[in-house]
């Protein structure tokens, strides 16, 4: 059996569901989940589809071709048609903070995340031993003001030679240059320490301990140029007081940002996210 | 312009997707909603889908006729189909609590509510004043052991005069009788004062407290013969601690009350809810 | 029996409980809530505390004469003493929105709240028939650019006649002047619809819906001359989505704001909140 | 400098907190913490309160002498004085499950717990490897129908030789025996993997997902020799739909198991958990 998930965004127009659901049932594929979106603002479409297909002659890569031409082309579709044959490989850059890490790495262990890692990059060797006993190979790209363009062309080369898609910050305390930004687009996710957009920047549980808020957040996100302000993919919230100190906000928050990052990743490798507008499309 | 929208479930089974929404595009409708949901354990579909007609022919009852026959006949689907133009119409029936009253009530006034108030029935007037600073007829039904009879007569009479489409029980203190319960079946909407299945029956608050439990909540279901046993239609929570008296419960949780009910009231009357096996589907 | 408030902050050193409780016994009070927070950071020492006193000779005035002298002086506190006979009086500020006065008016009309309401003021005549269902006196005082010192007047000369504690802006659309905050320094409550610090200003929930957010707030704080930044009282938070539009966030935001300025209110009320360094201590 | 924490509860009465704090001051203590609370529907007192010793003559066990006949026998008080020195040890109890166990250790290595593990003990050897790449002894105590007496037997020994103070089940599938939950009174902390006392018992995320609800929860509780039904010390909830799985509320649930269980160990170990009446006192 062969399983494809479809991603499509478009203008609006009448007929474009019957027009797909129309096309799959020709290609003698079943509808296993159908969600779609309407931007009334932007009069964009969004449309997320799972199909299988059950004989034998089905290939993945001439639906592709034929979607494109009868259907992508027509409507002006941005498109892309993914097979559940093939893992999302993740690359987890840390430094650090081993929270993150360990979460994700007791979630894969125990199969709950879809998705291989073939390797951890950090610019610190201090949680290597975290990544040995995981048996996940370990790169040290150390990060200087003199080093960044060795250390750059370091991590592409290893994100290309291991066919990277995606690539996790794991609270990674060093800013991802500009071309890595291009080269994975809507593919970098960061977990930032605030409710964004409060408290942008260095040090937000400070800032939220300043200012005396009642709740404080995490938010995964998207890396975009502008720091802090890419597409958000899901936030977490959890109540405190004055009773509690920076410390506390800071170990409170850590358990928010394992489960906020968590939940990104698994939305990103399950292709439920759409980015349109600096904005995502969550669908369920 | 018409909008409708449609309910349907059935048993799984290929294209349903793809004859449904072409049978629209056929029809010269223009889906602009539409999401589904497949039970895997019953084998189970559900869809619901709005859709626009713009041509001055349309007629919603001559459109339910051919989709019975070419469709919900063929696919052996149950299925509901609404017109836009109609306003779903509530009767609330209320005792002695106010809260829940003055919520919907404000609701309804700033146009919040996608419904009409014919009347309130109450079995007691404390509460008439209210309904008269709304401008809401207002029928005092009392209801003893020895005047059940004809109370539900002269509720049912109310209800069909009226005709009523579905029944709030903001929360009315008296057991619903069998034949109200039959007549409207997923028509009744009840507001719980606990976390269901969690402590059901009278004086939920009483047990919380006396269990020391750490969160409290409400429950919307519609009701069924069995008591708070009927299919649960929203949720909602709140932390509680050993410093609450049984006072503070009831204060907190009138809140939660409102809160669950609106959103139960609004997702009937968005015909987002649908039944199966006690349980709910609820469409976003 | 005479019940007593007592609130105080000072620079924090040894013995200020012991010292304080043994007042309070010699006194022959009895102490029956009993809560300090320490600001190690600022070594800023709070405290609140609730004695009940049974004798007949007791004075709540000689009493604070008694503190004053002997504590306060000594230890250099700043400090309240309330007696629990007098109810606090609640000035309401509305413009056209009428979810939080519908909802504040019902918690006074069923008893959940421990103030008095002598009236409402507003700058328009919109709300005016709700006022008067629940019979509060209702005055209509306009405010454009040139009757500002007028209408700021009008006010003053009402909040003085009619001994007003503290004010409630439920949604009231017009910047507080200087000298009425001042004169109301940490007693003008304001419900801001955003978790504030993001969002500041107006129109929040198009702000928060152009950025995308996962999570809308709102957030009551006591009413300071730079917009939007004074003392944090409270903040509640829910979940949102793509499939939300504008109108969306600001439906669901009222029902945030209504819980969130109702407790504010209650902890005002109760005398549970202290401020220090334009932050909140809140009493549990 | 010796700081100790004090716990009490005793029948309510007038002074008791002058009394207690009076007694600190002539042993020249400093309060650095102080919180109380009176269940008023049984007349009980507790309270909770820190204090800094700074003389070099201090001696808790004197101190503890002292309160006992000048204090505790006078109120007729149930109390505990703990030194902060000395850190609580607790023994872990798994089976197969592990991502608390992962979470308790990955919390434990950072320093985020105030306590030490002598070892793990285990019915099953699945987990040792995660023990080991942790450093801490683990002990495969295996318990079958006829082997239950020598568990028991094996397991008294080591918590004795270990001098444990309390026992966590991080998800350990076996029911633990009468003897060791008398001899460790609220001193066994589970994780159960439901909203108590909703779905007691096994397979709880299957009874809610027959059930329907839109909220799961976890709850972390003292183990007494009734099933599921000892002192609740924390609880969390999350929200589900109709769109998922029983194997999606297993994933789900696993998160809310994670903090809740860390929470209880956390507010154990820091001394915050009074017991009384089969309910929890949870200083803040």
Same mark, same amino acid.
């Not at 610019?123 to 949680?127: A, I, T, V």
């Not at 910050?169 to 305390?173: P, S």
């Not at 140029?225 to 993919?233: N, Q, S, T, V, Y």
């Given at each position: 059996m062969n399983k494809i998930t479809l991603l499509v965004h478009c203008k609006d127009r009448s007929n474009i569901i019957a027009t797909v659901t129309n096309f799959i049932a020709k290609n003698e594929g079943n509808i296993v989940y159908l969600d779609q979106h309407v931007d009334r603002d932007q009069n964009v479409f969004f449309m997320r589809l799972e199909a299988e297909f059950f004989h034998d002659s089905f290939s993945t890569e001439s639906f592709k071709e034929d979607f494109k031409t009868n259907l992508a082309e027509v409507f002006e579709m941005k498109w892309r048609i993914y097979s559940s044959h093939k893992k999302p490989k993740m690359a987890l850059f840390i430094s650090k903070y081993d929270h993150c890490l360990y979460d994700l790495l007791g979630r894969y262990n125990s199969g709950e995340l879809n998705l291989e890692i073939p390797f951890i990059i950090s610019?610190? %060797?201090? %949680?290597k031993p975290i990544a040995d006993s995981f048996k996940i190979p370990f790169y040290h790209v150390p990060v200087t003001k003199d080093t960044k363009p060795e250390a750059e062309k370091a991590q592409l080369e290893l994100l290309e030679k291991f066919e990277i898609d995606f690539i996790v %910050? &794991?609270?990674?305390?060093q800013i991802i240059s500009p071309k890595l930004i291009e080269k994975y687009q809507n593919k970098i996710i960061n977990i930032h320490h605030?409710?964004? @957009? &409060?408290?942008? !920047? &260095?040090?937000p549980y400070h800032s939220a301990f300043k200012r005396g808020v009642k709740i404080i957040g995490a938010t995964s996100h998207y890396v975009t #140029? #502008?720091?802090? &302000? !890419? @597409?958000?993919?899901d936030q977490g919230v959890t109540r405190v007081s004055h009773t509690h100190s920076i410390e506390d906000l800071i170990a409170k928050g850590r358990d928010l940002e394992k489960i906020v990052l968590a939940n990104a990743v698994k939305l990103h490798t399950n292709r439920k996210v759409m980015v349109y507008n600096n904005k995502t499309v969550i669908f369920s």
């Open positions: 610019n610190h %060797l201090d %949680l %910050l &794991a609270r990674y305390m605030s409710f964004l @957009p &409060a408290f942008v !920047g &260095a040090k #140029e #502008e720091l802090d &302000a !890419g @597409p958000i993919i």
